[in-house]
């Protein structure tokens, strides 16, 4: 079937990794002919929910993943990107939508540092949503203007040592992995810099790149390609080992600061007490679009890596992200709002 596009208005380190045994039991639950409930997905499309703006790295890595499901379970997948709010407007629709399986959303993992962020929230990212997997996993780079004249971390450490509250940071959203990322960062270099949250990582990067914020830690598929055409200069990167891509540019750890462990992941959602025949449905739906070569080559392209957890451990790992997240927002002293 058809992928369509609807666009109304815009891993920690140490990881378990599933896609060999996940392919193996979504091949199994697909082939196995599990009920699902009233012939799901036949009646009508699904409805992918991406809470950012289109170009921005979550949308991209929805984008391979929803033109590959729509393949795989033979309904048209249409993506509606519903941006805001740290990506709180979009996951709030999905929350309160049916729990029949034709609205899911892929949302980064920010999504789990909200009620951190926020004490009003109209939803509970752990209560009121049915963690299928974890998608994704991409590294975050540290990335400057090709016209600031910094070649390296140290570079970019002086400068800003030397004009204490002179200097700021971008992210796409407040409460983003890149956000989290640069939180960190800025406490393990004891930099005096402010923190500007945009909507969405492009407008964040055209700044970046215009000068008009000094740097920014972003997740690298909304990112990469400005570097490799010379418009930013990557100094470091967030993962535990260098990327394939960049061999020369090195991680943070190796430059004194292991402390900046966080990548982006990306998850698929439903809303709460979605039947357990659809959840297996979605997951072994996934799964297989994971082990997918043609899906393994995009990703590699936008700097994505495949995950593929089962919903139980997905769901105990949201969990666990989501104590994370709350002490390092604790740590940088973030006041909720």
């Given at each position: ?133 974890d998608v994704a996993s991409t590294p975050i780079q540290l990335v400057v203007s090709e016209k600031l ?152 392209e936008v700097m994505a890596q495949g995950v593929g957890d089962t919903p139980k451990d997905f769901s ?22």
């Amino acid at each position: 079937m058809t992928f369509t596009k609807e666009i109304p208005g815009a891993a920690s380190a140490g990881r378990r990794r599933f896609i060999g045994s996940a392919a193996c039991l979504a091949a199994t639950v697909f082939a196995s002919g599990v009920r699902a409930s009233a012939g799901y997905p036949a009646q009508k499309p699904i409805r992918l929910i991406i809470p950012y703006p289109p170009g921005g790295p979550t949308d991209v890595v929805g984008r391979i993943v929803g033109q590959a499901l729509a393949e795989r379970v033979g309904q048209s997948v249409i993506v509606d990107n519903r941006p805001g709010a740290s990506g709180m407007i979009g996951a709030d629709l999905v929350a309160k939508a049916a729990p029949d399986g034709y609205t899911i959303m892929i949302n980064v993992s920010g999504q789990l540092v909200n009620p951190a962020l926020y004490a009003n929230m109209t939803h509970d990212p752990l209560k009121d949503f049915t963690p299928i997997t974890d998608v994704a996993s991409t590294p975050i780079q540290l990335v400057v203007s090709e016209k600031l004249q910094v070649r390296s971390v140290a570079d970019l450490v002086k400068l800003v040592r030397s004009e204490p509250g002179r200097h700021s940071f971008a992210s796409s959203s407040t409460g983003t992995p890149g956000h989290l990322a640069g939180e960190l960062f800025k406490s393990a270099a004891k930099l005096d810099v402010l923190h500007v949250p945009y909507k969405g990582s492009a407008p964040a990067l055209t700044d970046v790149m215009s000068g008009q914020v000094t740097y920014m830690l972003d997740s690298m598929p909304s990112s990469i390609n400005l570097v490799k055409g010379g418009r930013l200069r990557a100094l470091a990167v967030t993962s535990a080992q260098r990327v394939d891509v960049l061999p020369d540019v090195p991680t943070l750890t190796e430059l004194g600061y292991p402390a900046v462990d966080l990548t982006s992941w990306y998850g698929l959602w439903a809303p709460a007490k979605l039947p357990q025949d659809i959840v297996d449905r979605l997951y072994a739906a996934v799964s297989s679009v994971l082990a997918q070569d043609d899906v393994k080559k995009r990703f590699r392209e936008v700097m994505a890596q495949g995950v593929g957890d089962t919903p139980k451990d997905f769901s105990a790992f949201c969990i666990s992200e989501s104590r994370r997240y709350a002490a390092i927002v604790k740590s940088a002293g973030i006041k909720p709002q």
